[in-house]
């Protein structure tokens, strides 16, 4: 009968290994180092080049319902927080196989649900000890000596021109030595026998720069040092700024200036930790080597800080940004220009040169400009056929009487450029051309709303709504110029930059010379956007590079190994006592399989080792150190100090950061854990709902049969 169940099993859970299957192929996907691949479209013979599970997953065919749900759950992680898919597919498949596992040892349904569901929920509270304060975070990197090593000796050289070269994006600093300091406990809400610790600790801070600094609880009075690290705090220490913080700009601010091309790339106020160089350096730490975006996001951050006044909590407002890509220039000529940089005809190109030199009047749409569009809500009458609904009397073509009146109202009020949310006619933005209007359609609400606000004007859903109150004052259009002042001709496309006084949009200009690559750097850019975002927002991050998946790990393990206690636990108040005795540690051990492989894979594709079992063998060594520690989580956060849970090996980014750890979001982090689990249960719980095959009978006279629903 065992194995007459394990046939079943094998057969009845399809959804399972389906999910295992393509969650494999994004396996590549997880950790720093990810290996792209190429999806080719095979109507057309292009290919893409793909590293987020996102664009993974929207590329395969997808016709069973698991990947469909699967494709849901992705999407869903996306939606939210533009970050930790990888995760979620990984821990999908991981999981998917750890369930498979546990079916064929024939333990019920409803016992890996339940002890599933507890042992993920017990390793998020856990955890929660390991996050660290993003006030915290950026007091400590804008105080240490954090520097990419390719621009290091570079930083003397900097001066007028250096700044405004693409390639010289990032904020510099001068080297200090930054001092000792005590830093209160006050994120620690797991109440367990580990979080003793922190009465004499290493702070996970201690690594982002060049002195260590020892954390102790809040009203320790008393000198601790961290045995064997040679390192020892005082609480009479405290903390001295040594040295200040320059940013030049050439000019005034890039927002009162109609003429003057982007060219104050870095630009911010003195050495606050909380300001734009803080956002800088909290930016590379959760980049996790992608040095592009970083570059960008440093001049963004500079460009809001400069525009707001710069308080306690810095935000990056991301309403406020938009992204162009342009297709032949080097991606050194990528960077952050104010306003709207967008890819014009060279017939509007022509248009725009003529306009370069007026201030112009502007006209928002939203809605499609096209003498077909309505609104939606929109009702016809009812029992009416509308045959045309404005006569020629002259008998000229259909809808040359609309192309006329809607001229017409643009150059009663002379309205100079036209913004529309959706489509434009074309035959409408070539008489607007010939009469001198410059028309822009497909224009993000968030542009219109950025436009509206520097302008004045007011976005309406027809022109026949147009009033001299809905038209705005102040905006300007002019060819878009490179960091070495040149204008780009891309061939069929020209790009301009239309902007306005006092606008705070900003458009991250992405430039590469292969197509394939434009979708991923647009990717890339906006993922380290929303990390950063939810950094800010979470108000804490966690450390990286594995750190946070180790405690689970030996979480569970110790879990596992635990004396059974009934009375305080929920999976035992669900199940049977002789299941829970029997089923709970082979069931934890298969969750923390999930976690063993995710390390073993993360190691891997980082290079660290050459094989999952080598791999897997440096995990089993972190486990049993953390176990001789007594603390798992001062042995990780020590780990991590001294420069990461995993590392060891060859660096991987020898000619990027140095002296800078790697940082993850909590929420992002926590909640694709969950979301992984979740559907990992409900395609199990849904397979084992619906039987089929010759053994029924045996399956409802076996002890199990009130797991099942027969249809």
Same mark, same amino acid.
């Given at each position: 009968?065992?194995?007459?169940?394990?046939?079943?099993?094998?057969?009845?859970?399809?959804?399972? @290994?389906?999910?295992?299957?393509?969650?494999? +192929?994004?396996?590549?996907?997880?950790?720093?180092?990810?290996?792209? !691949?190429?999806?080719?479209?095979?109507?057309?013979?292009?290919?893409?080049?793909?590293? *987020?599970?996102?664009?993974?997953?929207?590329?395969?065919?997808?016709? *069973?319902?698991?990947?469909?749900?699967?494709?849901?759950?992705?999407?869903?992680?996306?939606?939210?927080?533009?970050?930790?898919?990888? %995760?979620?597919?990984?821990?999908?498949?991981?999981?998917?196989?750890?369930?498979?596992?546990?079916?064929?040892?024939?333990?019920?349904?409803?016992?890996?649900?339940?002890?599933?569901?507890?042992?993920?929920?017990?390793?998020? =509270?856990?955890?929660? $000890?390991? @996050?660290?304060?993003?006030?915290?975070?950026?007091?400590?990197?804008?105080?240490?000596?954090?520097?990419?090593?390719?621009?290091?000796?570079?930083?003397?050289?900097?001066?007028?021109?250096?700044?405004?070269?693409?390639? /010289?994006?990032?904020?510099?600093?001068?080297?200090?030595?930054?001092?000792?300091?005590?830093?209160?406990?006050?994120?620690?809400?797991?109440?367990?026998?580990?979080?003793?610790?922190? &009465?004499?600790?290493?702070?996970?801070?201690?690594?982002?720069?060049?002195?260590?600094?020892?954390? !102790?609880?809040?009203?320790?009075?008393?000198?601790?040092?961290?045995?064997?690290?040679?390192? %020892?705090?005082?609480?009479?220490?405290?903390?001295?700024?040594?040295?200040?913080?320059?940013?030049?700009?050439?000019?005034?601010?890039?927002?009162?200036?109609?003429?003057?091309?982007?060219?104050?790339?870095?630009?911010?106020?003195?050495?606050?930790? $909380?300001?734009?160089?803080?956002?800088?350096?909290?930016?590379?730490?959760?980049?996790?080597?992608?040095?592009?975006?970083?570059?960008?996001?440093?001049?963004?951050?500079?460009?809001? @800080?400069?525009?707001?006044?710069?308080?306690?909590?810095?935000?990056?407002?991301?309403?406020?940004?938009?992204?162009?890509?342009?297709?032949?220039?080097?991606?050194?000529?990528?960077?952050?220009?104010?306003?709207?940089?967008?890819?014009?005809?060279?017939?509007?190109?022509?248009?725009?040169?003529?306009?370069?030199?007026?201030?112009?009047?502007?006209?928002?749409?939203?809605?499609?400009?096209?003498?077909?569009?309505?609104?939606?809500?929109?009702?016809?009458?009812?029992?009416?056929?509308?045959?045309?609904?404005?006569?020629?009397?002259?008998?000229?073509?259909?809808?040359? +009487?609309?192309?006329?009146?809607?001229?017409?109202?643009?150059?009663?009020?002379?309205?100079?450029?036209?913004?529309?949310?959706?489509?434009?006619?074309?035959?409408?933005? =070539?008489?607007?051309?010939?009469?001198?209007?410059?028309?822009?359609?497909?224009?993000?609400?968030?542009?219109? *709303?950025?436009?509206?606000?520097?302008?004045?004007?007011?976005?309406?859903?027809?022109?026949?709504?147009?009033?001299?109150? #809905?038209?705005?004052?102040?905006?300007?259009?002019?060819?878009?110029?490179?960091?070495?002042?040149?204008?780009?001709?891309?061939?069929?496309?020209?790009?301009?930059?239309?902007?306005?006084?006092?606008?705070?949009?900003?458009?991250?200009?992405?430039?590469?010379?292969?197509?394939?690559?434009? @979708?991923?750097?647009?990717?890339?850019?906006? +993922?380290?956007?929303?990390?950063?975002?939810?950094?800010?927002?979470?108000?804490?991050?966690?450390?990286?590079?594995?750190?946070?998946?180790?405690? #689970?790990?030996?979480?569970?393990?110790?879990?596992? =190994?635990?004396?059974?206690?009934?009375?305080?636990?929920?999976?035992?108040?669900?199940?049977?006592?002789?299941?829970?005795?029997?089923?709970?540690?082979?069931?934890?051990?298969?969750?923390?399989?999930?976690?063993?492989?995710?390390?073993?894979?993360?190691?891997?594709?980082?290079? !660290?080792?050459?094989?999952?079992?080598?791999?897997?063998?440096?995990?089993?060594?972190?486990?049993?150190?953390?176990?001789? $520690?007594? *603390?798992?989580?001062?042995?990780?956060? =020590?780990?991590?100090?001294?420069?990461?849970?995993?590392?060891?090996?060859?660096?991987?980014?020898?000619?990027?950061? %140095?002296?800078? &750890?790697?940082?993850?979001?909590?929420?992002? &982090?926590?909640?694709?854990?969950?979301?992984?689990?979740?559907?990992?249960?409900?395609?199990?719980?849904?397979?084992?709902?619906?039987?089929?095959?010759?053994?029924? /009978?045996?399956?409802?006279?076996?002890?199990?049969?009130?797991?099942?629903?027969?249809?």
């Amino acid at each position: 009968l065992p194995m007459a169940f394990r046939d079943v099993n094998a057969r009845r859970h399809i959804g399972l @290994q389906q999910l295992s299957s393509l969650a494999s +192929t994004g396996r590549t996907f997880l950790g720093p180092m990810k290996s792209h !691949k190429f999806i080719v479209d095979e109507s057309t013979n292009q290919s893409t080049l793909i590293c *987020s599970a996102v664009r993974l997953i929207e590329s395969l065919d997808l016709t *069973s319902a698991a990947g469909q749900l699967l494709n849901e759950t992705i999407q869903a992680q996306n939606k939210e927080f533009k970050t930790g898919m990888s %995760t979620l597919l990984f821990l999908i498949g991981a999981w998917s196989n750890a369930v498979v596992e546990c079916l064929q040892q024939n333990i019920p349904v409803p016992a890996i649900v339940s002890v599933m569901s507890e042992g993920l929920n017990s390793c998020c =509270e856990r955890v929660q $000890c390991l @996050q660290i304060p993003i006030h915290d975070v950026k007091k400590e990197l804008c105080s240490s000596r954090v520097r990419p090593k390719g621009f290091e000796s570079k930083t003397g050289q900097v001066g007028r021109d250096g700044l405004t070269n693409p390639q /010289n994006l990032l904020c510099f600093q001068r080297d200090i030595s930054a001092p000792e300091e005590v830093i209160p406990i006050n994120s620690c809400s797991h109440h367990g026998d580990d979080c003793n610790f922190n &009465k004499c600790l290493v702070s996970p801070l201690v690594g982002f720069g060049s002195v260590a600094s020892v954390v !102790k609880a809040a009203g320790d009075k008393s000198s601790s040092a961290l045995s064997g690290s040679g390192v %020892t705090a005082s609480s009479c220490v405290t903390r001295k700024l040594t040295h200040s913080r320059h940013f030049s700009t050439l000019g005034k601010s890039p927002f009162s200036s109609q003429q003057g091309n982007f060219q104050g790339y870095l630009s911010g106020p003195s050495a606050d930790p $909380c300001g734009c160089c803080g956002l800088g350096h909290l930016a590379m730490t959760l980049s996790h080597g992608n040095q592009t975006s970083v570059k960008l996001l440093q001049s963004i951050a500079a460009f809001q @800080q400069e525009g707001a006044e710069c308080s306690g909590s810095a935000q990056i407002n991301i309403a406020e940004i938009v992204t162009c890509c342009m297709l032949g220039l080097p991606e050194s000529y990528s960077c952050v220009s104010p306003g709207f940089v967008i890819l014009v005809s060279p017939e509007q190109a022509t248009l725009i040169k003529h306009l370069a030199d007026k201030s112009l009047r502007i006209v928002l749409m939203d809605g499609d400009l096209t003498e077909q569009y309505r609104h939606l809500g929109f009702n016809r009458p009812r029992n009416v056929r509308t045959i045309l609904e404005h006569p020629s009397p002259q008998g000229g073509r259909a809808g040359d +009487t609309w192309l006329s009146r809607m001229s017409d109202i643009l150059m009663s009020f002379g309205v100079n450029l036209v913004l529309v949310k959706g489509n434009v006619c074309e035959n409408f933005m =070539e008489r607007c051309m010939a009469s001198r209007i410059l028309v822009i359609g497909c224009v993000a609400r968030n542009v219109l *709303s950025a436009f509206g606000a520097a302008t004045g004007a007011q976005a309406v859903t027809y022109l026949s709504q147009l009033n001299a109150s #809905c038209v705005g004052n102040g905006a300007w259009a002019e060819l878009w110029k490179a960091g070495d002042g040149r204008v780009v001709d891309l061939g069929k496309l020209v790009p301009a930059r239309i902007s306005a006084g006092g606008i705070t949009l900003l458009t991250a200009v992405l430039t590469t010379a292969l197509p394939s690559k434009v @979708q991923l750097l647009e990717d890339q850019f906006w +993922t380290l956007l929303y990390r950063l975002h939810h950094a800010l927002k979470d108000g804490k991050v966690f450390p990286g590079g594995g750190a946070v998946e180790l405690l #689970c790990l030996s979480h569970i393990q110790a879990l596992a =190994e635990q004396p059974e206690r009934p009375e305080k636990d929920k999976a035992a108040r669900e199940l049977p006592s002789p299941w829970l005795a029997e089923y709970k540690s082979i069931v934890l051990q298969a969750l923390a399989s999930g976690w063993r492989r995710y390390l073993s894979v993360l190691l891997c594709n980082m290079a !660290k080792a050459s094989s999952e079992l080598e791999a897997g063998t440096a995990v089993d060594h972190h486990l049993q150190k953390a176990a001789a $520690c007594g *603390s798992p989580s001062a042995y990780v956060l =020590e780990e991590f100090r001294r420069g990461g849970v995993l590392r060891g090996g060859s660096d991987p980014f020898p000619d990027q950061l %140095t002296d800078l &750890k790697v940082c993850d979001n909590v929420a992002a &982090k926590t909640e694709a854990w969950r979301r992984a689990l979740d559907l990992v249960l409900l395609v199990l719980q849904t397979d084992a709902e619906i039987i089929t095959g010759p053994r029924r /009978n045996q399956i409802l006279s076996s002890p199990v049969s009130s797991e099942f629903m027969f249809l």
